[in-house]
């Protein structure tokens, strides 16, 4: 088949300086003709000009060399080629009658035979890339170890045996690689071959029993119970009876607890240890795949345990004592993993320190409060009752700020507004701004997962029927606005009112933090009967408040050295970089070296480089690249003795997903590869559709190199001219002008 382009011009140079030299030629040519016509007579002279002129304007249009370019094609009939996925996920059942192998098998096969007289439908099976051409799929089986949708269709993108009209792609869309599609998609559509994407699996209905551990780290005090929960949720499975097991970090049983879920039912389970390592250990919840299940990967979950080493020194300052300030005091020397300093300001002039030693009167504020950062640095945790007013000053609310900010300290409000009307120093410290007095007494309400940490395992769960029974509370605050980066745990609510105000607000500061509970009253928790049957709540609460306050920063109690990680996850072959803060004296110099351990193993050590005062200062960045899956453990240790290590990160090194991981269609990715090559999504009872669109495209041009046709080889053409020249030379010697 020939195709002819419309006439132009194609000069032996550029076409500007072409036209430019005809006109020239013609301008010279024509004043030619009026010089050599002069003894012409005065009835044939303007023919003669006129002959000369037109042949002369012939040859000129020729030589521009007028023409078209003529596109020959040939008919080649294309093939149509269908990626039939034979991964492991498609053993799922589609249904009650068969699975998504056995439906996607048989659409393949319909499409091959509707081909009739039309371009050939073959079918390729793939699995991590292109399989040979099948010529019946019961020959193959879905037994491919991983799914990788992207090397399949490059593949055939690639080959050179047939030309494509088009490709259809069978699949439940769920890839184990984490290419993109995007960029296969545009270079099949900029070749002009459509994908057409088939989803098997009903991708709307999701089948799953997940388990979900509350909280993930816990951090203890050495000798300490520790309470391990999980959350289960059934999620379309119907009734079900599964048993959760906890698994030691040697790798045996410790426990196992069974409950019953009927549909969209979420359950708790507990477990509580009495004998954890003291250098802390990883256990494992799990429950066995449920019959049906979409998602196997999250019937685990890994709980952290730390065990710290240290007492949390806490320094307690009461300004106007009461039940509360008394009871809490009592509450935290009872505690043997608290060492605890109590100062009460008796009036203006008289304070009264007690600790462990015993007690003494101070005549002088300035013995009381610690004067700066160095001295403040001695404790983990600074607790403000009323009056925070009485102990403080500009330059030691500086030093306060810096303690929680630069050093990882703590700071507790543990009885609402620390002061009365203003104190602008120390506002900018505190997590909210607040308000007027509130009304009335109010009801302790935590707010449901906002504080897991907290409510996790030691206290009762936030929809626990025991809150509501409390006592209510009273001198509580109203609060115009939460600071940056502040969180609310619980809020106090009116009885019988709608209204609320935070009355547990946490705000990250720095490198450490600061907490308010926003209350009066909560001594009276333990002394109801109702409360008794949960056991010593306000004990509960109190020292799971103040172990998450002193645990919350960068630092932990007792360390100087602390190491971070912008992200907790990352995958082989990726470089981490580590952060590592100090916060001790400035001599002798800090030489911190990163030990890095795998899976319990020693793995290496991280070269720690120090950062300039704008990076942070008191900082070293330390950068490694993990090879291997695992749970990676960083610790910090002083070149000068490597055996004491202090901080902890951990990073899960994540293993590229598997074929049990996620049995849950991706209709979605499917969807994205039709789109984007220009092709789409088809149903499959909507095969016939599908083919019946197919064979409208099944014979193509293949175009060769484009020809220049050009008009001067043309019979007419000569002709014109010599008709032109021998009409001027015939009369011209008819003339005797010759």
Excluded at 14 to 43: C, K, M, Q, T, Y
Excluded at 216 to 223: N, V
Excluded at 640 to 656: D, M, R, S, W
Aim: glycine share 8%; hydrophobic share 45%.
């Amino acid at each position: 088949m020939t195709a002819l382009s419309s006439i132009t011009l194609n000069p032996a140079f550029g076409l500007p300086e072409a036209l430019a030299a005809a006109f020239v030629f013609i301008g010279v040519g024509g004043w030619l003709a009026l010089r050599s016509n002069d003894g012409a007579r005065n009835g044939i002279r303007p023919l003669l000009i006129f002959l000369r002129i037109a042949g002369i304007s012939a040859l000129t249009v020729l030589w521009l060399n007028p023409g078209c370019w003529r596109e020959d094609a040939r008919d080649t009939k294309r093939d149509w080629l269908v990626l039939l996925d034979r991964s492991r996920s498609m053993e799922n059942a589609l249904d009650e009658k068969q699975t998504r192998w056995q439906a996607a098998a048989k659409a393949a096969g319909s499409l091959a035979k509707g081909a009739g007289g039309h371009g050939a439908v073959r079918v390729r099976t793939f699995s991590t890339q292109l399989d040979d051409e099948v010529a019946d799929t019961a020959q193959a089986a879905p037994n491919g170890p991983d799914t990788d949708i992207a090397a399949a269709v490059t593949g055939a993108l690639n080959q050179k045996s047939m030309a494509l009209a088009g490709i259809v792609v069978i699949s439940d869309g769920r890839a184990t690689t984490r290419v993109k599609l995007d960029e296969v998609a545009r270079r099949a559509n900029g070749r002009g071959i459509a994908i057409h994407t088939v989803p098997v699996g009903d991708a709307g209905c999701v089948r799953d029993l997940l388990l979900t551990a509350l909280p993930r780290q816990i951090t203890i005090f050495k000798g300490q119970p520790v309470k391990i929960s999980a959350v289960l949720e059934n999620r379309g499975l119907g009734p079900v009876k599964p048993s959760v097991a906890l698994i030691g970090p040697d790798g045996r049983e410790l426990a196992r607890k069974d409950t019953t879920l009927v549909d969209g039912q979420r359950a708790s389970v507990m477990f509580e240890l009495n004998d954890v390592p003291a250098e802390g250990a990883a256990y494992t919840l799990r429950t066995a795949p449920w019959p049906g299940e979409h998602l196997p990967a999250n019937n685990s979950d890994v709980v952290r345990v730390k065990v710290l080493g240290s007492k949390t020194r806490v320094l307690l300052l009461e300004g106007a004592p009461y039940w509360d300030s008394k009871f809490l005091a009592q509450l935290l020397r009872q505690q043997g993993a608290v060492d605890i300093l109590t100062v009460h300001r008796l009036n203006e002039e008289r304070y009264f320190r007690v600790e462990a030693k015993g007690a003494e009167p101070l005549l002088s504020p300035d013995t009381v409060f610690p004067p700066n950062a160095a001295e403040l640095s001695r404790y983990d945790l600074i607790v403000f009752g009323k009056g925070a007013d009485g102990f403080l000053d500009a330059a030691r609310v500086a030093a306060l700020q810096g303690f929680v900010r630069d050093q990882g300290g703590s700071v507790l409000f543990a009885r609402g507004k620390p002061y009365s009307g203003r104190f602008p120093a120390l506002e900018n410290l505190e997590p909210v701004e607040w308000g007027e007095p509130a009304a009335g007494a109010m009801k302790f309400t935590p707010i449901a997962d906002a504080g897991a940490g907290l409510f996790g395992a030691a206290l009762p769960a936030a929809d626990d029927l025991v809150w509501p029974t409390l006592p209510p509370l009273e001198d509580i605050n109203s609060v115009t606005k939460l600071k940056p980066f502040a969180r609310v745990l619980a809020d106090a609510v009116p009885e019988g009112r709608a209204t609320k105000t935070p009355l547990l607000i946490v705000r990250r500061y720095g490198r450490g933090m600061v907490a308010a509970v926003n209350a009066d009253g909560l001594w009276r928790w333990d002394f109801r009967p109702e409360v008794r049957e949960q056991g010593a709540l306000y004990q509960h609460f109190w020292v799971q408040l103040m172990q998450w306050c002193a645990t919350y920063s960068d630092f932990r109690p007792g360390e100087d050295y602390a190491v971070r990680l912008r992200d907790a996850a990352t995958e082989p072959g990726q470089p981490v970089r580590a952060v590592v803060a100090w916060r001790g004296p400035a001599k002798p110099e800090p030489r911190p070296v990163v030990k890095i351990t795998r899976d319990n193993q020693p793995y290496a050590d991280a070269l720690a480089t120090p950062l300039s005062a704008a990076d942070g200062g008191r900082e070293w960045a330390a950068v490694f690249t993990p090879g291997e899956p695992g749970r990676y453990e960083l610790r910090v240790a002083d070149a000068t003795n490597e055996k004491i290590l202090q901080g902890e990160a951990t990073l899960n090194v994540l293993a590229p997903p598997t074929e049990a991981d996620d049995l849950r269609p991706d209709a979605v990715s499917l969807a994205t590869l039709a789109h984007l090559s220009g092709g789409e999504v088809w149903k499959l009872e909507d095969l016939e559709k599908l083919a019946a669109k197919l064979w409208q495209r099944d014979v193509a041009l293949v175009p060769e190199k484009p020809q220049w046709e050009p008009l001067w080889t043309a019979w007419w053409a000569a002709a014109l001219v010599t008709l032109l020249f021998g009409a001027e030379w015939w009369l011209r010697k008819r003339e005797g002008l010759l």
